[in-house]
């Protein structure tokens, strides 16, 4: 870990071209039209855009029709597109982009405060504790409401277990975080395994898999509403303290010369983290190596400042995941987990993110 650490802060670029930052701000945006617009029924993407304004702007009592270019009118769309865009595929890229958002951002801050890129929401032990809930959740009551508050349930319970564990140790609390995080999230990924194996394999234990591999095929509105509101509390929390993890960074000595608790601000930030990283299991399953990944991709382009590296990643997290989940959907006849997908994308971009690291450190 030391030699990994204080490296990422370091190779930071500071300066960043005010039109890059741009275009990533705006990536999320032309990744949800495009999402929306592709499928087995293609809708063109002009129709989306004049599909989505028109909702927008039929609550304040306008017309679409008389604000877009000749050919993107209302008549130009059919009623079964309408129906595509607004019922079947918004929430579900929605929620895609928000789950996206929240484990980028969550990943970011994660290795920001233990100052180590191969940090990800699986290393606090959240992840693998929300799991543990929702298979408990199904396996005994179903799918539902019930999910919802095992994986919140399963993610507290594993933090605290990590914070109890890590608590007492003033040597290196940073690394027995890290390690308490590994050792309960291997607890818990046991546990899984083992209700699994005594889960009904007629009845149970598909649903179970599935779950667990990741997918938003169970898309609703109220499963968007409650992730959206976790993840804007939780990522709330994580942006205005951004400018803390930069000092966090820096080590605990340093942070307490600069009169921050890291203590303190370390459990806001955990709980934080945690509290976004549940809400996407409990709607999507286990959705790996976005908040792994994408943060160390976005520290390439924007440098180590995490006042703009979060922001930039939640918004990069937000594209990734909607265009993975569109693969998924649209890829086979039969919907892939998005989580399969991920992984086949973040497996090798992270082999050559520590290939390319390790030339740095030898060159």
Known sequence: MSTLDTAMVRSGRPATSTVVVAALVFLPIATALLCLSAGRYQVPTTHVFGILLDELVARFGLNAADWLPAGWGTASWTPTERIVVTTVRLPRVLMAGIAGAGLALSGAVLQGMFRNPLVGPQTIGAASGASLGGVVAILLFGFGLPV???AFAGAAIALAAVLIVHRGDGVSPVLTLVLAGVVIGAFCSALVGFVTFIADPEVKLPGIVFWLLGSF???????????????????????????????????????RTLGVEPGRDRVILLTATCLAISAQVAVSGTIGWV?????NLVRMVVGADHRRLLPVSAVAGAAFLMAADTLARDLSAAEIPVGIVTAIVGTPVFAWLLRRHARGQTA
Do not use: Q
């Open 148 to 150: 919802h508050l095992g």
């Open 217 to 255: 095929a169970a898309s609703s509105w109220p499963n968007l509403m409650l992730l959206a509101t976790c993840t804007i509390l939780g990522g709330g929390v994580m942006l205005a303290m951004r400018w803390r993890v930069n000092v966090l960074s820096l080590g605990d000595e340093e942070a």
């Open 291 to 295: 908040g792994l990944v994408i943060p």
